[in-house]
């Protein structure tokens, strides 16, 4: 007898019994038993067996298959159901089920999956996919040619975000909330890219964009990036280790660990990750004064070089999730980052000329620093199902932050053709100690066609931030009190909100509302100076979509959101990097509001334009301003006016043969900001600019293990503030190669090949005028190795989200 055969059989008579114990049921807690064998009548253990709720296919109850290949799902509320059974090489199996009492089901038998398999490793071609959802765009990678890459390598060929300047953006901002299964990552910069690198491309489902996010998330932001992770819930273990070397200007590596287990009732996940190395930068620049004519007076150039050294960076993580029953869930999780041993050391000669391009004098600046800093995060959740339905979650974190910097400027004054006739020693030590604190409760609940949620929220910030200088006199430090200072600052903020969504044939409907209301102080206290905000905002959210056919969607969004400025950028203190520059914060720093407005269009669900409005009031920016009483640099993050920005977004997957497959995004976009210049009066900054990338795979192997990829961005001149910024681009290729049996990867990538990711940029209004070009070490040769070990499907467990205050450090 065929499997097939046998498989209808074992339906029509789970479906019969199904319907007698209906009639017949009794039981007020029935329990769902079975047996699970394959084609040879061999007992199947670690199968997964579900029960799965009719109207969403969502995992009411779970079990797992014993040595015996028996199951036992306990709690089963009489209903409709479909229960699904699947394990490692054998194709899924789903039926309907009706439960009214407990029941033993015939035996199960599971046919062999019909995967195509090469030298034992399973060949997945599936291309990515976009889909359009009401509020988000989803790019499902699952199955796909990305799950051989790690995280942040799949994120950086999501469409609609970008990462050519090394970090991430979307529609040009850097502001991203980034998430895990909807909960924040507590890690930011490299720490975020570090854990990022070390996640599996295997373990990801799906990759969500949100350019308006809903009610539930935070309203810090401008957009939400949230990474779905595969909820396959198989017992058993994992791991993985990995290694690379980098060369740029300098030598740098990294080695790094991950852990996973799981069994009926709890599950491990960690991870742990050591880097170490050299980085680089130069940035030479030119600032012009003029006189009262407009002619120029003076011209200072200047050739900064700078070294980094980060000797030991530690990053961790560790979650443990305990099932208490098929009901109840509680989680506690602690990740950290460790930097202690960094240093940094910057050479500044600057040649300043007079008005008729003659060499006046010269002064050179050694600037060296000691930076270590770290943080460590504990968390903790709970979990609640009332039925299949409605659940409620509850969570706290907190963190501590610590960094400290001790620095020594050195600068030396020379006239042209002579030795230095006059140095000068500054030397500063600055301290800062963050504590965050964060405890949120959410509610879910479905009724029918309509999903409901609503929360609350409470997160506190306090910070102590100590600024002490000196300065030489007659060759000894003196403390300098005019400089020196303490930053006492305290926030808190409480928020709630409410949503839902229905559908309505072929219309869908979401609506939310969150209310925050902001208490913050900040003390300056040598200068006994208290700045106090108190303020509470509401951030509605609205989407329709309509979808008129299987190649027709339309839909619209708006959503209210908020800026914060960062923690550093409130602090007045004045950084020094030379004796004539330095950086300083304002305390009156107020938020940015930003007003987000979309038309969204899906073409045969493949080609995607997005056409958006987007304006912000106050943004924060960085400027550059020049001081002519002291002829000194001073650089401060400000509130300019507005700026608002209108453009159109494009993206689309498209596969010419089997073995190449390109991803294509572009934007075009006018952006305006309007500013107060130094001699307060107000300027409009404006451009029309173009970006666009490309992500090429091919796979150069009949098993599919070789596989190659060519990424190329480019964006053309914008603006911003008073910046006015030069085009930008850069092109990279990357070789893969896996082996053994798909558990090993070696893989090589060349970044920044013609060194095009250099960030150039001007101001020039009034009687200012600079110019800065910056590169990062981004041009560099990459090997790294990758060995993962135990059962590879397995899913990773929930990763923590990062706060709206860590967000902010």
């Known amino acids: ?51 799965l709720s009719v109207q969403d296919s969502t995992v009411y109850r779970k079990g797992f298959t014993d040595e015996k290949g028996r199951f036992e799902i306990a709690d089963v509320a009489s209903g409709n ?13 789903y039926v309907p089920l009706l439960v009214q009492e407990s029941m033993e089901l015939p035996d199960i038998i599971l046919a062999a999956a019909e995967s195509k398999e090469l030298d034992n490793v399973v060949i997945n071609s599936k291309r990515p996919v976009v889909k359009r959802r009401i509020d988000r765009l989803e790019f499902d990678v699952e199955n796909s040619i990305l799950s051989s890459d790690n995280a942040w390598e799949i994120i950086k060929k999501t469409p609609g975000v970008s990462s050519a300047t090394g970090n991430l953006t979307i529609r040009g901002s850097s502001g991203i909330l980034v998430t895990i299964n909807d909960k924040k990552v507590y890690l930011t910069g490299t720490e975020l890219k570090n854990l990022l690198e070390n996640t599996s491309g295997e373990d990801i489902k799906s990759i969500e964009v949100i350019t308006t996010p809903p009610a539930k998330y935070e309203a810090q932001g401008s957009a939400v990036l949230n990474i779905k992770m595969r909820k396959n819930v198989t017992g058993g273990y994992k791991g993985s280790v990995s290694g690379a070397y980098v060369q740029s200007m300098y030598p740098k590596g990294v080695v790094s660990t991950n852990q996973y287990y799981k069994n009926n009732k709890l599950t491990v996940f960690g991870g742990y990750s050591f880097g170490s190395g050299h980085y680089y930068s130069e940035t030479p620049g030119e600032i012009r004064y003029f006189d009262e004519e407009g002619k120029t007076a003076s011209v200072w150039k200047n050739a900064e070089k700078a070294h980094y050294r980060a000797l030991a960076q530690h990053s961790y993580n560790l979650t443990a999730e305990y099932q208490i029953d098929s009901l109840n869930t509680v989680a506690v999780g ?13 050479e500044s000669p600057t040649r300043i000329y007079n008005g008729f391009g003659q060499l006046d004098s010269i002064y050179s600046t050694r600037n060296h620093r000691d930076y270590p800093q770290k943080n460590s995060t504990l968390t903790g959740s709970f979990e609640h199902k009332f039925d299949s339905k409605h659940k409620i979650a509850v969570s706290s974190d907190y963190t501590k932050y610590y960094y400290n910097q001790e620095q020594d400027i050195n600068a030396a004054f020379s006239l042209p053709m002579s ?51 000196s300065k030489e006199e007659n060759g000894m430090p003196v403390p300098n009190a005019g400089l020196s200072n303490q930053f006492l600052y305290d926030e808190s903020i409480m928020a709630g909100y409410i949503g839902a969504d229905r559908e309505f044939g072929k219309w869908g409907f979401k ?10 102080e900040g003390n300056s206290v040598t200068t006994a100076e208290v700045n106090t905000q108190d303020y509470f905002k509401l951030f509605p959210s609205l989407y329709t979509l309509y979808k008129a056919s299987d190649n027709h969607q339309i839909g619209a969004s708006y959503g209210k959101r908020i800026i914060r400025p960062q923690y550093s950028a409130l602090n007045p203190f004045r950084s020094y990097s030379t004796p004539y520059a330095y950086a300083t914060g304002d305390p ?17 669900t493949k080609y995607n334009f997005d056409l958006y409005y ?20 001073i650089t401060q993050v400000t509130n300019i006016d507005k700026n608002m920005s209108l453009g159109l977004d494009f993206n689309t997957n498209i596969e010419f043969f089997e073995w190449w497959q390109t991803g294509l995004q572009a934007t075009v976009d006018y952006k305006e900001d309007t500013f107060q210049g130094v001699d307060e009066l107000m300027y409009t900054n404006k451009k029309v600019s173009f970006t666009t990338s ?36 850069s092109l990279s290729l990357s070789v893969k190669k896996i082996f053994l049996k798909g558990n090993g990867e070696l893989t090589f990538i060349f970044s920044d090949i013609y060194k095009g990711q250099v960030l150039k940029a001007t101001t020039q209004y009034a009687n200012q005028y600079s110019y800065t070009s910056n590169y990062g070490d981004s041009q560099s040769f990459r090997i790294q190795f990758r060995y993962r070990f135990g059962n590879q499907k397995l899913g990773n467990g929930k990763s923590r989200e990062n706060t709206d205050e860590q967000k902010r450090l």
């Open 1 to 51: 007898m065929s499997s097939s055969s046998i498989i209808k059989k074992q339906r029509s008579l789970i479906m019969i019994i199904s319907l007698f114990c209906y009639f017949a049921g009794q039981a007020q807690n029935p329990v769902v038993s079975g047996r699970v064998y394959d084609s040879a009548k061999q007992p199947l253990s670690f199968a997964d067996a579900l029960v």
């Open 81 to 93: 159901y479909f229960l699904k059974i699947s394990t490692l090489g054998y194709q899924e199996y």
């Open 334 to 346: 602690a990740n950290g980052f460790s930097s202690l041993k960094s240093t940094a050391n910057m």
């Open 419 to 469: 030795a230095p006739y006059r140095e000068s020693l500054i030397e500063s030590n600055d301290t800062r100690r963050i504590d965050l604190f964060s405890v949120q409760a959410d509610y879910n609940g479905a009724s029918g066609v309509t999903n409901t949620e609503a929360g609350l929220r409470y997160g506190s910030v306090k910070a102590d931030n100590v600024f002490d200088y």
């Open 511 to 520: 609506a939310g509302l969150r209310g925050e209301y902001t208490h913050l």
């Open 588 to 604: 009156r720093l107020q938020p940015a509001i930003t007003h987000n407005f979309s038309l969204m269009y899906t073409l045969k």
């Open 614 to 633: 987007r304006f912000e009031k106050d943004p924060t920016i960085e400027i550059i301003r020049q001081d002519y009483a002291t002829n000194t640099i």
């Open 694 to 729: 490309t992500n090429s795979r091919f796979t150069l192997s009949k098993k599919k293990d070789l596989l190659a990829e060519m990424n190329f961005y480019y964006t053309s001149p914008t603006v911003q503030g008073s910046y006015n910024y030069d085009q930008l681009s």
